[in-house]
Nanobody, 127 residues
């Protein structure tokens, strides 16, 4: 069973930056395809970014492309989401997710693709 714990959320002004971290335990981290999702108030959970377990493939939602960067450090069992040029519409609870069944270069973009989820971390961007 894989456990995921997010950190790094908080408040930022529009145009600012935050870096989220997701630490995994209880599994073989380097073999996990991983992703970030978010849920804004009153909205469904939406996919933000994903990275393959090989680290060779990444993908981003159009709404964050060019502003957010996903990465992983398997030596630290940690995935990151660097968020730059933040906008008020980025305000949401951010969740990390992991899956142990994916192909090495697959990026997973839907909620049902993932086996494991963190509890979430709040990001609030003020205008």
């Amino acid at each position: 069973q894989v456990q995921l714990i997010e950190s790094g959320g908080g408040s930022a002004a529009a145009g600012g930056s935050l870096r989220l971290s997701c630490v995994g335990s209880g599994g073989t981290f380097r073999r996990l395809a991983m992703g970030w999702f978010r849920r804004a108030p009153g909205k469904e959970r939406e996919w933000v970014a994903a990275i393959s377990w090989s680290g060779r493939s990444t993908d981003y939602a159009d709404s964050v492309k060019g502003r957010f960067t996903i990465s992983r450090d398997d030596a630290k069992n940690t995935m990151y989401l660097q968020m730059n040029s933040l906008k008020p519409e980025d305000t949401a609870v951010y969740y990390c997710a992991a899956d142990s069944r994916a192909h090495p270069v697959s990026v997973l973009v839907t909620v049902t693709d993932y086996e494991y989820w963190g509890q979430g971390t709040q990001v609030t961007v003020s205008s």
